[in-house]
């Protein structure tokens, strides 16, 4: 179904890893032919989002108008919601996401119920707070950033555990400047579990770029959320009509 090899790339200040070959080439050329077209998705003036990014997930009316018939996609899909998938990832990251929470009790209290996927997480009553269950649900976000677009220095949701990014370059254009569109991580001595949004990298005390991932075919990255897992995508330049294409896999807790 998928590759396992992991090839990890840090374990501090935060978990960074990658699998190349994700999928079967055949398979990711299926998904790359039949990504979900932008000008097809009728949402109006992509100018504007803010920082020029648009994305839709699972859970929404866009998902279900131009997904449910695109046969590629609802293969992958099937890939990412199969208990092959979630059980690989969260026993492969549990002492990762244990580490993660270590100044976090009550996360730390979760991680140690027995894990379920849930289509939703429903936090409100008692039930949710006495349950046995760690209940996960797996969400999938299809992203575009338009030429010019970036995405501002964050460390993602608390609720968070794992982000994985698989890449979609478009044909046509140079490859090289391409390689250049990876995500971005940094380290800073600010301490941001709680996702204080920064609006420029002057804001961060102390910042460095850390590691950035090549925007390549059918390279999985990922990472695990913590206090200190900054990362953004930063403003580029290809072309008037180039939009950056990735698939973004989330665990949340």
């Known amino acids: 179904m998928f590759n396992k090899n992991i090839e990890f790339i840090s374990r501090k200040p935060f978990t960074l890893f990658k699998i190349n070959n994700f999928l079967l080439n055949n398979f990711y050329e299926r998904l790359e032919n039949n990504y979900p077209d932008l000008k097809n998705l009728n949402i109006g003036n992509l100018e504007n989002f803010k920082n020029k990014k648009y994305a839709f997930d699972t859970s929404s009316d866009v998902h ?4 449910n018939s695109n046969t590629s ?3 992958l899909e099937k890939i990412i919601f199969s208990e092959e998938f979630f059980k690989f990832f ?3 990251f549990y002492i990762d996401f244990l580490r993660s929470r270590i100044n976090r009790p009550s996360h730390i209290l979760k991680l140690l119920k027995y894990p379920k ?3 939703d997480l429903n936090k409100e009553g008692l039930f949710y707070l006495i349950s046995p269950l760690n209940k996960i649900k797996i ?3 299809y992203s575009y950033i338009l030429n010019g677009g970036k995405i501002v220095p964050h ?3 608390g609720e968070k555990l794992l982000s994985l990014m698989l890449y979609f370059p478009l044909k046509n254009y140079d490859d090289v400047k391409q390689q250049q569109l990876g995500t971005s991580f940094w380290t800073s001595s600010f301490n941001n579990f709680d996702n204080y949004h920064q609006y420029d990298n002057k804001n961060i005390k102390d910042i460095k770029l850390f590691y950035k991932t090549q925007f390549r075919p059918n390279i999985l990255y990922g990472f695990i959320k913590n206090h ?8 580029f330049n290809i072309s008037e009509n180039f939009v950056r294409r990735s698939i973004n896999i989330n665990f949340y807790f």
């Not at 279900?64 to 997904?67: A, E, Q, V, Y």
């Not at 200190?228 to 403003?235: D, G, K």
Request: zero cysteines; aromatic letters at 12%; proline letters at 4%.
């Open 64 to 67: 279900k108008s131009n997904i």
């Open 73 to 75: 996609f609802l293969e």
């Open 90 to 92: 969260y026993k492969t």
């Open 117 to 119: 996927v849930v289509k």
């Open 139 to 141: 969400e999938i976000q």
């Open 155 to 157: 460390t993602d949701s």
């Open 228 to 235: 200190a897992s900054w990362h953004s995508v930063e403003p």
